[in-house]
């Protein structure tokens, strides 16, 4: 039964949280949360890189007029991820300003085998972002001009280290905004999200990277640059290479640049916040947006109930109504006529209470109210972390499927006393689910429970093993429950093209 609907009338226009803010209190909190070295809890050899010396040293000094960091408790924050899952020792940051100094660091390192781990805004999942043992931190924070925005066609042309919330507010100076939107916007850099084909919250609606990116320039593990920052919409004159760099991970090369092709903002902004009792409820609700909202369906995320209290017990943040669900689905709506998607909404949830779908619900306009909801999906991830340590698993499935793993996987952990919670939540409109076991420590017993099994599951469902954040150093061995032994070769025969001497990112992305 229907408790209440509360419509929420005051004017839209969204504001992205400030992401520095977030960001800012979640490293203040988890400061002494500092993981094992990497070498030592997992089996890998280091590769025979050089080890880096003093000539090296006044090399990068020279060339970056010192902006390089080699103390090494300066260097800490580039050697743990985000998630604080992984911990490399490298002693030496360099920062370049330019795809020349990029260029130029490159071919130094091709020459002198000296292994290279690109880094952006340090966000990514995957332990793909820092060193696995001494590599050189080669960041993108300085590399962050904006070179043009073009207010007609939409398309802006930037350096690769530009924040992500930083060109969603130059871009609201034209009216436009990015095509991605994920919670790490404060922190993570365009180039990086580029390198990691990353999804986000409105992918059903404006698409991936490989729609928006309409160029990228990048420079090869040998230092060669290549131009391929077309802006045009369309252009088939050959092989399309900039796609291999979409979702490279830093392996084939360093994303200097990027093109990008951003939609208009929208007008109106609707949300609606349901609580439901089932997941075949969930189902039915996901069916009916797309057939009653149709194009200006956004956004369709779900959040169960054991997820949730990551964000009301971990984070203190409030439901918008006291009763907890099974499951909270947010279903987001951008259009450009108010009054035309208010009729959209209002049939759709006309349709869903009265077929008795939903147990409770809220539909936001007021940004201030609609920031708060997106809150509770939002900052999940710096929620999880408080519970201790994470296993994350990425994971696309057939729709039927999309929850089908984690009773699975709650049935094969019940028992062991130090798992917290077995849950998932996630993109339900893409089919991606993000599927969380955590702990208060990381433990070899918990991940042999959970790896291969989980990898299998997936891959009997016919689904993928990393929907959206990438391979990085958490997966290489698994990427052949997704893929073909076959294009397992391919992936490796350009990784040898791109970089033979293997510099950049090793230990990454590709089966050893
Ligand atoms: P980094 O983490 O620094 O690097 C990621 C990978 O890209 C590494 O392998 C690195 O070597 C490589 N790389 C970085 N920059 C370059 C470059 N210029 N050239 C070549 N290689 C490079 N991901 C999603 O897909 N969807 C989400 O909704 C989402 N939400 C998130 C929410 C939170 C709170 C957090 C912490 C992470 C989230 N992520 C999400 C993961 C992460 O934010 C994305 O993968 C993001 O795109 C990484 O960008 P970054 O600049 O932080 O890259
Ligand atoms: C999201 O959808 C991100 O919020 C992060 O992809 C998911 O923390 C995660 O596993
Ligand atoms: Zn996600």
């Given at each position: 039964m ?13 504001k992205?949280?400030p992401?520095t ?16 070295l990497?070498?030592?809890?997992y ?22 007029d010192?902006?390089i960091?080699?103390?090494?408790d ?15 020792y ?6 370049p ?32 972002s ?5 590599e050189?931190?080669?960041n993108?924070?300085?590399?962050r ?13 930037c ?31 365009i ?19 490989h729609?928006?990116v ?14 391929l ?23 084939l090369?360093?994303i ?8 208009p ?26 057939r ?8 369709c ?26 499951f ?17 909404l ?12 939903i ?73 991606n ?8 420590e ?65 230990y ?5």
């Amino acid at each position: 039964m229907i408790r209440c609907l509360r419509i929420s009338t005051t004017m839209f226009a969204k504001k992205s949280i400030p992401g520095t803010i977030l960001f800012k209190r979640y490293f203040d909190r988890c400061l002494s949360n500092i993981p094992e070295l990497t070498k030592n809890r997992y089996p890998v050899n280091r590769g025979d890189y050089a080890i880096l010396n003093d000539n090296h040293v006044q090399f990068f000094k020279n060339l970056l007029d010192n902006r390089i960091i080699t103390d090494p408790d300066e260097c800490e924050s580039y050697n743990i991820d985000w998630i604080k899952n992984v911990r490399g020792y490298s002693t030496c940051v360099l920062k370049p300003k330019t795809t020349e100094e990029v260029s130029k660091i490159l071919a130094f390192c091709n020459e002198n085998r000296i292994a290279v781990c690109p880094q952006g805004g340090n966000t990514g999942l995957v332990g793909g972002s820092v060193p696995v043992f001494d590599e050189v931190i080669l960041n993108t924070s300085l590399m962050r001009t904006i070179y043009n925005i073009n207010g007609t066609s939409g398309v802006l042309i930037c350096q690769a280290g530009c924040v992500l919330e930083d060109l969603d507010n130059a871009l609201a100076e034209h009216g436009l905004m990015m095509p991605l939107d994920l919670g790490a916007k404060g922190l993570c850099h365009i180039g990086g999200n580029v390198a990691t084909n990353a999804g986000g919250l409105r992918l059903l609606r404006y698409g991936n990277l490989h729609g928006s990116v309409l160029g990228v320039e990048a420079v090869k593990a040998d230092g060669q640059i290549i131009d391929l920052l077309s802006a045009l919409k369309k252009d088939n004159t050959g092989f399309h290479l900039k796609h291999l760099f979409i979702g490279s991970e830093g392996v084939l090369g360093i994303i200097t640049k990027v093109a990008i092709q951003c939609p208009p903002k929208p007008l109106a902004i609707n949300l609606a916040f349901l609580g439901l009792p089932s997941f075949k409820h969930v189902l039915k609700v996901l069916k009916q947006a797309k057939r009653d909202l149709g194009e200006i369906l956004a956004s369709c995320e779900l959040i169960d109930q054991s997820t949730m209290r990551v964000s009301t017990e971990n984070l203190k943040l409030r439901l918008p109504f006291p009763e907890e669900y099974p499951f909270y689905m947010l279903i987001e709506s951008h259009g450009s006529n108010t009054v035309h998607d208010e009729e959209k909404l209002t049939v759709f949830l006309e349709e869903i209470m009265k077929n008795e779908l939903i147990l409770n619900g809220i539909l936001a306009k007021a940004p201030s109210t609609i920031r708060k909801i997106w809150e509770l999906r939002e900052r999940l991830t710096e929620g999880f972390v408080l519970d201790g340590y994470v296993f994350k698993y990425d994971i696309s499935l057939p729709i039927e499927n999309f929850y089908s793993l984690v009773p699975v996987m709650q049935e094969r952990l019940s028992g062991l006393k130090d798992v917290i919670r077995v849950s998932g939540y996630g993109h339900l409109g893409d089919g991606n689910i993000h599927f969380q076991v955590s702990c208060r420590e990381f433990s070899q017993e918990i991940l042999q429970k959970i790896e291969p099994f989980v990898y299998e599951y997936t891959s009997k469902l016919r689904g993928s093993i990393s929907a959206e954040h990438g391979i990085g150093f958490r997966k290489p061995k698994y990427v052949h429950y997704s893929k073909s032994p076959e294009s397992i070769v391919i992936m490796k025969q350009l990784k040898t093209l791109f970089d033979p001497k293997g510099i950049l990112n090793p230990y990454k992305v590709l089966p050893p």
